[in-house]
């Protein structure tokens, strides 16, 4: 009778947990299609020819192939030069940031230091308070970095999330293998450089990608400090594109472009496609570490 | 004190590292703290700062008797606890529910998909949005138009345009938020489940007595801390996104702190409000970090 009940109970549950399990499963379906239709959208809005008609609109696939709107943006000077500058502020800014947050993390994860406290104090306070948007313009403007590259890349260089993240990584490394080089010899510099690095590449793997990224994405930093399109990063381009009307500004003032509105849209999603491919094809590479990197600055910080 | 000099002596190397980090934050983050001075100054551009001449806080009672004041206070806190409501739930939700996903490649390739807006730009994300909610050809309007037969312009309404605000910005961060939740899950010990089946628990049980006491530590913890940013209803979003229309109920301080100090070059006022700003987010983060503190020692 009891073996009847129980039977019963688990059929019950199992047939439970199946519907709940077809419907977790369909939830998360939606939830991919959701993140990433927007997407694919962009994709083959970008890659849809001429002849679709402005008001005939594409929603699962592209009309025909055409690629024309792609050499529209890699002929179009305003974009490469963008894209130019977004790369040297993405590659010369991440490796300095590299730089001085190790430079700056090191000796504040030794725990002799004297000064240690306070100076970290000093740095976490920066995060918690600024001086905001119009004394650091003014800052910026008698530094004399308006209308460089430099004022995109220097009032960021250090982020302090990134560094205490870097500081408790240094402080979880045993201290015996830098004492060990000590005892042979090395001095603070040679155990950071032999003996520490080659440990913490998984956390510069997420150090990399944070900056990177937030190099690659900067918008506003160029809309307060540059005035002078030839300095303009992708973001802001990209931006003055999609906004803009015409593209009479794009085609870099030549009239003899004389574009219908769905080419105007393709150009346009053509430059969103090549402003975020980079970082899609970067990311779900370093998955592991970023995940890891997350957890300690959560649990730490 | 001999002593001292003699460690420091030898650490001298350690110190000289410090140097350039030690420059960039007194350069870039604590001369603009001087610069705050404006904020009780008569200034004008192309002065010098302690030339201007004092002001007391006269831009502060200029900001607290313009009818501005209790519109950008309101509009930041509605679109912020509108997010908070609905952007600090759904992480958690969406955590307890991959968890329960058994299939460790699909698990692997959902959480890929949802980090993935996190990377992206708010010009980006932005114009995405506006695509998809634009009238007569974005998807989701098109859905709308074809449900109800109506045709919605969300763009242009301005209490929609609040929750296109909050949406879009869940959006972004479901997947990133919930790692920290991700992670605290994957340490409860399996053993748990499988006795809770033996017992006869259903699905649901289980994740009421097991899955959710073992991150709601993480919960209690990630909620107050967001909390403390209350003020902070997302300015780069708001920038990009929000048009004339909608502004009226859109505006935040950020942006209205940017509006006048740098578009209508009010240095002074814009530095005040500024502060204002900062004060009080300083002493929300402050009070919550000591409420997290209390909580967590509690707790042990």
């Given at each position: 009778m009891s073996g009847v009940y129980v039977k019963r109970r688990s059929d019950r549950i199992r047939r439970n947990g199946r519907a709940f399990v077809v419907a977790n499963s369909i939830f998360m379906a939606l939830l991919v299609f959701v993140t990433l239709y927007p997407f694919y959208y962009v994709i083959i809005g970008s890659i849809?020819?001429?002849?679709?008609?402005?008001?005939e609109i594409y929603f699962l696939y592209p009309k025909d192939l055409d690629l024309s709107a792609y050499s529209m943006v890699f002929s179009t000077t305003s974009i490469l030069r963008a894209y130019g500058n977004t790369l040297f502020i993405t590659i010369v800014g991440t490796l300095l940031s590299l730089l001085l947050t190790t430079l700056t993390a090191y000796p504040l994860s030794?725990?002799?230091?004297?000064g240690r406290r306070v100076l970290t104090t000093l740095f976490y306070f920066t995060m918690l308070f600024n001086g905001g948007l119009v004394p650091t313009y003014l800052v910026i403007r008698d530094l004399g970095l308006?209308?460089?590259l430099w004022a995109l890349i220097?009032?960021?260089?250090?982020?302090v999330y990134n560094m205490l993240l870097l500081i408790n990584f240094f402080k979880s490394i045993p201290s015996g293998l830098e004492e060990s080089a000590k005892i042979d010899g090395a001095g603070d510099m040679t155990a950071l450089i032999r003996i520490v690095l080659p440990l913490s590449l998984p956390i510069f793997a997420t150090l990399t990608l944070f900056y990177a990224v937030g190099y690659w994405n900067s918008w506003f930093d160029a809309v307060m400090?540059?005035?002078?399109?030839?300095?303009?990063?992708l973001q802001l381009v990209l931006r003055e594109i999609v906004q803009s009307v015409d593209l009479s500004y794009v085609a870099g003032?030549?009239?003899?472009?004389?574009?219908?509105d769905t080419t105007i849209q393709s150009v346009r999603l053509a430059t969103i496609v090549v402003a975020i491919l980079p970082i899609m094809m970067v990311y779900p590479f370093l998955q592991k570490y970023f995940v890891k990197g997350v957890m300690i600055g959560a649990i730490k910080g | 004190m001999n002593r001292t000099l003699r460690t420091m002596r030898k650490d001298r190397m350690l110190y000289l590292m410090l140097v350039p980090g030690l420059v960039f934050f007194l350069l870039f983050k604590y001369w603009p703290m001087y610069g705050i001075s404006i904020a009780f100054k008569d200034y004008k551009l192309g002065r010098e700062i302690w030339e201007a001449p004092w002001a007391g806080f006269k831009y502060f009672r200029q900001f607290f008797s313009s009818p501005d004041c209790a519109r950008v206070l309101i509009n930041t806190f509605v679109i912020s606890f509108g997010k908070l409501l609905v952007g600090f739930p759904s992480p958690i939700l969406f955590a307890i529910l991959l968890n329960e996903i058994q299939r460790r490649g699909a698990k692997r390739f959902i959480q890929t998909v949802v980090y993935?807006?996190?990377?992206?730009?708010w010009v980006v994300v932005g114009n995405l949005v506006l695509m998809m909610l634009?009238?007569?050809?974005g998807l989701f309007s098109t859905a709308i138009t074809a449900i109800t037969g109506n045709d919605v312009n969300v763009l242009l309404d301005p209490d929609a345009f609040r929750w296109v605000l909050i949406l879009s910005d869940t959006w972004k961060e479901l997947g990133w938020s919930a790692i920290i939740y991700l992670a605290a899950l994957s340490g409860v010990d399996m053993n748990l489940y499988e006795a809770a089946a033996i017992d006869g628990a259903s699905r649901g049980r289980m994740m009421w007595h097991i899955t959710l006491p073992a991150i709601r530590s993480t919960i209690v913890i990630m909620l107050i801390l967001r909390v403390g940013k209350?003020?902070?209803?997302?300015f780069e979003q708001i920038l990009i996104m929000s048009n004339a229309l909608v502004n009226e109920k859109c505006e935040i301080i950020d942006t209205y702190v940017y509006k006048v100090g740098?578009?209508?070059?009010?240095y002074s006022y814009s530095t005040a409000v500024n502060l204002f700003k900062s004060a009080c987010g300083l002493v929300m983060v402050l009070g919550v970090n000591t409420v997290a503190r209390r909580w967590e020692e509690n707790m042990l």
């Open positions: 849809s020819g001429d002849s679709v008609g402005a008001q030794k725990q002799r230091l004297h308006i209308d460089t220097l009032p960021k260089v250090i982020s400090y540059l005035n002078r399109s030839r300095n303009f990063p003032g030549g009239a003899d472009y004389s574009m219908s | 993935l807006p996190h990377f992206i730009s634009a009238p007569k050809t209350i003020l902070d209803a997302g740098l578009q209508q070059a009010r």
